[in-house]
């Protein structure tokens, strides 16, 4: 388990849920924004930038599949972007 109460036991969904809810209005930002699989896109993505391992990254996950490993990885046209100038390869 990732997330253990004060006497380690796990957390459910709910709770976590509930948590993200309450840190949210603490930081000011939209609730309806945020999920708890979007925290798991996060970890996804972090890890890979990590150790550049999609197939350990699939096993940590519990895809049996790496194509489904691979939807977290995608990146967006503005990200695309962003790297391209980096590089300087744009005019």
Not at 33 to 57: E, G, I, M, S, W
């Amino acid at each position: 388990e990732v997330f253990l109460t004060g006497g380690g036991k796990r957390l459910s969904r709910t709770q976590i849920w509930a948590e993200m809810k309450r840190l949210c209005r603490a930081a000011g930002v939209a609730a309806g924004k945020v999920f708890p699989h979007n925290l798991r896109h996060l970890f996804a993505r972090t890890f890979y930038q990590a150790c550049q391992d999609v197939v350990k990254l699939a096993d940590i996950l519990g895809h049996s599949s790496i194509e489904t490993t691979r939807i977290y990885l995608l990146t967006t046209g503005t990200e695309h972007l962003r790297r391209l100038e980096r590089l300087g390869l744009l005019c």
